[in-house]
Nanobody, 115 residues
Framework: QVQLVESGGGLVQAGGSLRLSCAAS????????MAWYRQAPGKQRELVAT???????KYTDPLKGRLLISRDNAKNTVHLQMNNLKPEDTAVYYC?????????WGQGTQVTVSS
């Protein structure tokens, strides 16, 4: 019943920045954690960052120090600010809502970093 829509992906030069957004709608009252994942070609989907309903954030080691996850509760939107992007960051980035009994996923947004 929860719907997630990602936006903000695109083509960026190495060293550049992008700001991804995830807008949530529907029955979001049971959602305590929002997360960003990414999946590169030929690779498994991996966790990038998480943020709780009260604003506690966690980051994975590969991207730690180069990104910031935040949320705007008034607009039911989660953001992922990514800086100093590298070609190896090229992937489809997915927004996820972690519920009590089920998880919800967005359609993904493509991020391509050129050399």
């Amino acid at each position: 019943q929860v719907q997630l829509v990602e936006s903000g992906g695109g083509l960026v030069q190495a060293g550049g920045s992008l700001r991804l957004s995830c807008a949530a709608s529907g029955n979001i009252f049971s959602i305590n954690v929002m997360a960003w994942y990414r999946q590169a070609p030929g690779k498994q989907r991996e966790l990038v960052a998480t943020i709780t309903s009260d604003g506690v954030t966690k980051y994975t080691d590969p991207l730690k120090g180069r990104l910031l996850i935040s949320r705007d509760n008034a607009k039911n939107t989660v953001h992922l600010q990514m800086n100093n992007l590298k070609p190896e960051d090229t992937a489809v980035y997915y927004c996820a809502a972690i519920g009590l009994e089920r998880d919800y996923w967005g359609q993904g947004t493509q991020v391509t970093v050129s050399s």
